[in-house]
């Protein structure tokens, strides 16, 4: 169906270690990808897109890796920061279209 | 604060009650959408405006939901007779309306129907 998943609900890191968070979606129709962070009581904060025609893309300590066989999308977070933690969404918009699929979220966690 | 704005952030209500939101996109943001988050899930998409037409309903918006936006500024949200299952974050984003475009996202009103 047309749903995004990610693998992990939880990730536990250590400050300072790379975090890895992953996304599976269905819909090979979809074009845009997004990848959101969300902190308790807060509405979600962009952190980095992709567009289909694409298969990495780097931000700030931030890399987005999309692998359209496969159909996987992953955030990196590099030096991973207390910060850092929150849940995260990745959210995918099928061409033509308007609205937004998200996923249901990982809870990261870095420790001190 | 020039990003999206929503108003009120919480609203506690008795089932049965009307209640109504508000958003106000980020200025010049012709686009803009509302999605419901309940918890532990991700935001699921209810409807989009371009400036005031209301172009896209998801089926989650049952009829006793609806949303204006009169003057391709502001929006609303209405919610008639509230049930318990309405409870939710209530979230309002926008976009310029370009290909592709991300989507901003306020801070949410959170509603508790009692």
């Known amino acids: 169906g047309e749903s995004v998943g990610l693998h992990l609900p939880t990730l536990s890191v250590q400050e300072g270690d790379n975090s890895i968070i992953n996304c599976a979606y269905s819909?090979?129709?979809?074009?845009?990808f997004i990848w959101y962070k969300q902190e308790s009581g807060k509405g979600p904060q962009f952190i980095i897109d992709?567009?289909?025609?694409?298969d990495k893309r780097q931000g700030q300590r931030v890399t987005v890796l999309l692998n359209k066989t496969v159909k996987h999308l992953s955030l990196q977070i590099a030096a991973t920061q207390p910060g850092d933690s929150a849940v995260y969404f990745c959210a995918e918009r099928e061409g033509g279209s308007e609205k937004l699929v998200f996923g249901k979220g990982t809870k990261l966690t870095v420790n001190p | 604060d020039t990003g999206v704005s929503q108003n009120p952030r919480h609203k506690i209500t008795k089932r049965g009650q009307n209640v109504t939101f508000r958003c106000d996109p980020i200025?010049?943001?012709?686009?803009l959408y509302w999605y419901r988050q309940t918890l532990g899930q991700g935001p699921e998409f209810l409807t989009y405006?371009?400036?005031?037409?209301?172009?896209?309903k998801s089926r989650l918006l049952s009829d006793r939901f609806s949303a204006e936006r009169p003057k391709g500024s502001f929006s609303t949200l209405e919610i008639q007779r509230t049930e318990q299952g309405d409870s939710a974050m209530y979230l309002c984003a926008s976009t310029t309306g370009e290909l592709l475009e991300t989507q901003y996202f306020g801070p949410g009103t959170r509603l508790l129907v009692l």
């Open positions: 200025s010049e943001h012709n686009r």
């Open positions: 405006f371009q400036n005031e037409a209301q172009l896209e």
């Open positions: 819909n090979s129709a979809s074009d845009y």
């Open positions: 992709i567009r289909s025609n694409m």
